[in-house]
């Protein structure tokens, strides 16, 4: 099982063979198993790694034809998941920045197209009827949190969240509903049940 998986999140690269998988990353992807990942492939997700100092525009032909140039932001983002190519783009190769961007491909499978958690009332509702996060992040996306973390990480300091981390224990005590959906994502969607002993924090 463990050997399909693999093969198959290796092809989620190979739309470019210009650009390998790295282990590291497919270590990371083999955490949402078989069922996530041929999703992701029949949905025609596809991995790109950045090389060092390539730009994103210079990768993806859509985010240079649209002018969005996030190249020139302060802090590029570490990982970039372009709806439009359904490509998702990595310059960082950490755990959280792989598993971050590949949720936004599987959101983006899900919707066929577009992000499922944007048009699904039951998410929606989920989403309004919140008491608590898993993180802050999840709702406070203002700039100047993540403005905070990018200028640390720039100085190459030592990154520490000032929250504990994302576990999967974690959004099933804080929120319930949300962690059902997700369940039966992973079930019904993708066709495979997460047995609790792949359940890891990133
Ligand atoms: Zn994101």
């Not at 998986?5 to 590291?24: C, V």
């Not at 002018?67 to 998941?81: E, K, T």
């Not at 499922?116 to 992040?137: C, E, H, K, N």
């Amino acid at each position: 099982m463990q050997k399909d998986a693999l093969a198959t999140a290796r092809r989620l690269f190979e739309r470019d063979r210009r650009r390998a998988a790295e282990p590291h990353v497919l270590e990371t992807l083999l955490r949402f198993g078989q069922g996530a990942l041929s999703y992701a492939l029949r949905s025609r997700i596809r991995i790109l790694l950045l090389r060092a100092g390539e730009l994103y525009r210079e990768a993806s032909p859509a985010l240079a034809r649209l002018g969005i140039d996030v190249d020139a932001w302060p802090a590029p983002p570490a990982g970039l998941f372009v709806v439009e190519e359904r490509a998702l783009f990595l310059r960082s190769r950490s755990p959280m920045t792989v598993a971050h961007e590949f949720g936004h491909a599987l959101d983006c499978a899900l919707g066929g197209g577009v992000y499922r958690s944007s048009i699904d009332p039951q998410v929606r509702a989920l989403f309004a009827g919140a008491q608590t996060f898993v993180t802050p992040y999840g709702r406070n996306r203002r700039r100047r949190v993540l403005r905070r973390i990018a200028a640390r990480v720039r100085r190459g300091q030592r990154l520490r969240l000032p929250w504990p981390r994302a576990t999967r224990a974690r959004l099933r005590h804080g929120d319930p509903g949300m962690h059902d959906y997700v369940e039966m994502l992973f079930e019904h969607e993708f066709g495979e049940r997460l047995d609790l002993g792949k359940v890891v924090s990133i």
